[in-house]
């Protein structure tokens, strides 16, 4: 017996009204669609949560549901599948990978750590299942400060993928971190020139930025924060305007929370949109409507990797 192939127009036709429909598909799968504030407006307008990887963590641990749908980039599905190994965990577009992890491969960290074995292992939730299986205890840019300060003072440690995250927790922990080399192409590729410019342009303007940016840009920042503590400080500050050094996605929530404030985005050095994280916009209405619909792509992972991921990532909401 064969089986009956769908037409490959039939398989991949796009209903007119998109938001009815993937609301359909999540009826009839008990599913729940989690997107980061990185994603496209209208993904974010159709989630049922939005937040920053600790929250979405938080989320994809509590979930009733039988089918995670994650509008993020892989390492974040991957988190959703650790937490949830009996549930379908579908990502958009399988391509939504993360500079960030792909600068920590696993290999050379198992040399690096094996290089520093009285060190214990702190990783930034933006890495592979394989670092986060190599990993003590798991971090975001939300509570990498407290999970630090936790640590005993004689403790050393390996702050793992992001350079400029372990620089900023080493300033305010003052804890001599040993770090990984890694970084973010959007966080870095900021201008300190450009951002100075704008503050000139709007002096009532207020910069607020991530940990991931760069020392010099932190250092004119008046409030630095994971996306989430971005977005509280926006709307409770009196300030009328905000340069936001992050990727621009989060300014769709900004501006819903308070209208009647200015939002400018963080120019990058140069004149493109290398602000814009390629890697997060890579999902869009059409692929997540698709993914449920066909129940694919799926993400799976290793017995033995998952289970050794989750045990940091357990410790990590536990400290948090």
């Not at 598909?25 to 974010?44: E, G, M, T």
């Not at 974040?76 to 600068?103: H, Q, R, W």
């Not at 003072?153 to 040993?178: F, H, M, W």
């Not at 994280?277 to 869009?284: A, I």
Request: hydrophobic fraction near 40%; proline fraction near 7%; aromatic fraction near 6%.
């Amino acid at each position: 017996m064969f089986a009956t192939v769908q037409p490959l127009n039939t398989i991949n036709s796009i209903p007119n009204d998109l938001f009815a429909a993937i609301n359909e598909l999540k009826k009839d799968l008990n599913a729940v669609i989690l997107a980061h504030y990185y994603q496209d407006s209208d993904i974010q307008d159709i989630a049922d949560y939005i937040g920053d990887s600790l929250g979405l963590s938080q989320k994809a641990a509590n979930t009733n549901a039988d089918v995670i749908v994650f509008a993020g980039v892989h390492f974040m599905a991957e988190t959703a599948k650790i937490l949830n190994p009996d549930k379908l965990v579908l990502l958009p577009d399988l391509n939504a990978g993360c500079s960030l992890a792909d600068s920590c491969p696993p290999k050379e960290f198992r040399a690096f750590k094996a290089a520093h074995p009285d060190h214990i292992v702190v990783s930034y939730i933006n890495c592979s299942a394989e670092i986060k299986a190599m990993s003590d205890i798991i971090c975001t840019s939300s509570n990498a400060v407290k999970i630090v300060n936790q640590i005993p003072k004689d403790q050393p440690i390996i702050l793992a993928p992001d350079r400029n995250l372990g620089r900023y927790v080493t300033e305010q922990t003052g804890r001599d971190l040993v770090l990984w080399q890694g970084s973010c192409i959007v966080h870095e590729t900021f201008s300190e020139k450009k951002i100075i410019q704008l503050q000139v342009q709007h002096p009532e303007a207020e910069i607020i930025a991530h940990p991931e940016c760069e020392p010099a840009v932190l250092h004119h920042a008046k409030y630095i924060g994971s996306t989430t503590a971005l977005l509280k400080y926006s709307q409770q500050s009196n300030s009328p305007v905000f340069i936001v050094a992050t990727e621009p996605g989060i300014i769709h929530q900004m501006e819903k929370a308070a209208p009647d404030k200015k939002f400018i985005p963080a120019p990058a050095m140069n004149n493109c949109a290398c602000n814009e994280c390629p890697y997060m916009r890579l999902n869009t209405l059409e692929k997540l409507y698709l993914a449920m619909k066909n129940k694919t792509p799926e993400i799976t992972l290793p017995e033995d990797i998952r289970t050794a991921a989750l045990k940091p990532i357990q410790r990590m909401l536990e400290m948090s």
